[in-house]
């Protein structure tokens, strides 16, 4: 037996007064509950209180204004934990080690990050099991909706000009980020991702210190997170203390087992969850939700290219019988959200709506489902059935 | 650029700890019909909060074999042998009266 204290000890930084999760009474279409569930985070499905598990319901998404900044508030955004880590840390004290196949094996502290040229970017986090929970079957892990994702604008130095004050040398073929976070029990794999050398020095990837134009928070990986744009979540390592230069592929649990899903035509019959794709989500009417009948309906939501920006959406009010374009909100750059909206003619009573994005180099998300075993890259033109019939009974 | 660069070091070296306080929430596991809770509670609490269990969908006896496999063989969860038959019969009673798993 385990003792359940182990647990608490573990995440709870001994507060004098922990602060308690408050219930919103706030119930969504969908059945789900909204809470606040720590100070600086509200209005969240709670999948779990330890690890973290939040989930953004997609409302926080949604503006009337076509033109409206499109960024999550940091305090609406999702978050996703593994492991522990610490609840407390000091940022003067925090070293970045930099090591492994370089010639000068470097301790960073944190200004020594601020003297080296500062980027911005705003970029699309989501995690590759997204909307997992949608799957048929389904499948098991965290019961993602289509809310673990957000987009905000990162701040800080950029990855290659980390690593070129170590000097990785000849033969160097990986990085590899690790951070705080460590397993409950020894002997299990710590969480350590990888990208190529090739990526990594490739100009967008980032060590971020600031996400909205605030110091990171602790849950999104104060104080330093790997920025991926363009690449699901798992790869944005929080709290980063660690860059390993490799010479030899990473063999590592979540590189070489997890994260990944299985294809027959690559080596070994698996491959890595990478690179995003594009999707789209409608933000003004949730999943199974009510809505008053006119003879024209503004649908809004927020589309995503992938690894690359956003050419057209397209909706439909009759499951994908006639479709309509989108109009598309301010171009924020190829790895932000972008609006879209659209003014549809709905029939009265129960209607599937759709919508489907199509990124600038023409690839479109699929009308069928690509179900896989881990639940990850969902990215089906998602049927959001509604109902339409309120005026009726009045 | 070059004033923004400046700021930001000023911010870092000026910041104090920061720090979070994460509760649980989730509570325990409860007694089901026909199946006691104490084994779950006892040993599935230790890495994570009950509501990893209870947001799950409803899977086969052959899924949660596989989970608790998965808890015991990657994440070294320090499952008594000897517990496994109640842990799987709360996991299995937990998922009947859910909507099955297509």
Same mark, same amino acid.
């Given at each position: 037996m385990i003792s359940r204290r182990h647990l608490v000890a573990g995440l709870v930084a001994a507060p004098a007064a922990a602060q308690q999760r408050v219930d919103l009474g706030m119930v969504l279409a969908d059945g789900r509950a909204l809470a606040n569930p720590f100070e600086g985070k509200r209005g969240m499905i709670v999948q779990r209180s330890l690890p973290p598990l939040l989930e953004t319901p997609l409302e926080a998404f949604d503006s009337v204004d076509l033109g409206a900044p499109v960024l999550t508030p940091?305090?609406?955004?999702?978050?996703?934990?593994h492991y522990a880590f610490p609840t407390e840390i000091?940022?003067?004290a925090h070293r970045l080690a930099v090591m492994g196949h370089v010639g000068k094996p470097r301790m960073l502290d944190l200004p020594a990050l601020a003297r080296l040229p500062q980027t911005e970017v705003m970029?699309?986090?989501?995690?590759?099991?997204?909307?997992r929970a949608l799957f048929s079957p389904r499948v098991p892990g965290a019961q993602w909706a289509n809310g673990a994702i957000g987009n905000a604008v990162w701040r800080g130095p950029r990855l290659a000009d980390v690593l070129a004050l170590a000097g990785p040398l000849g033969g160097a073929t990986a990085v590899r980020a690790s951070g705080l976070d460590v397993p409950m029990m020894e002997g299990a794999p710590a969480f350590a991702k990888s990208l190529s050398l090739e990526h990594a020095i490739g100009g967008e990837v980032m060590l971020a210190t600031h996400m909205n134009g605030e110091p990171l928070p602790i849950v999104h990986g104060f104080p330093i997170r790997l920025i991926v744009p363009g690449w699901y979540s798992t790869y944005w390592v929080?709290?980063?203390?660690?860059?390993e230069i490799l010479a030899a592929p990473d063999a590592g649990y979540w590189m070489a087992t997890a994260y990944r899903r299985p294809d027959s035509q690559a080596a070994g019959g698996s491959r890595p969850v990478t690179a995003m794709r594009p999707r789209s989500l409608i933000t003004s009417h949730a999943p199974g939700s009510r809505h008053r009948w006119a003879e024209t309906v503004q649908l809004r939501g927020v589309a995503m290219g992938g690894d690359t920006g956003v050419r057209a959406v397209a909706v439909s009010s009759d499951a994908g019988a006639s479709w309509v374009p989108a109009r598309l909100g301010p171009d924020f750059g190829p790895h932000s959200f972008r609006r879209f909206e659209a003014s549809i003619s709905p029939a009265r009573g129960d209607v599937t709506l759709l919508a489907r994005a199509?990124?600038?180099r023409d690839e479109t998300q699929p009308l069928g489902e690509d179900w896989n075993p881990g639940g990850f890259e969902r990215q089906i033109v998602e049927p959001v059935r509604v109902n339409f019939g309120l005026d009726a009974r009045l | 650029m070059r004033a923004l660069m400046f700021l930001s070091a000023v911010l870092l070296v000026a910041a104090a700890p920061v720090s979070v306080d994460l509760v649980d929430a989730d509570g325990m596991? %409860?007694? !089901?019909? &026909?199946a006691s809770a104490e084994a779950v509670n006892g040993n599935c609490l230790a890495c994570h909060s009950a509501a990893m269990v209870l947001y799950q969908p409803a899977l086969t006896p052959?899924?949660?074999? %596989?989970? !608790? &496999?998965?808890m015991r063989s990657v994440y070294k969860a320090p499952i008594d042998a000897a517990d496994d038959a109640a842990i799987l019969a709360w996991l299995n009673a937990h998922s009947v009266g859910q909507t099955p798993a297509k």
């Open positions: 940091t305090n609406r955004f999702f978050v996703r934990w000091d940022p003067a970029a699309i986090n989501q995690c590759a099991g997204n909307g929080k709290m980063v203390d660690r860059l199509t990124n600038a | 596991f %409860a007694d !089901l019909p &026909g052959v899924q949660w074999q %596989a989970t !608790l &496999g998965k």
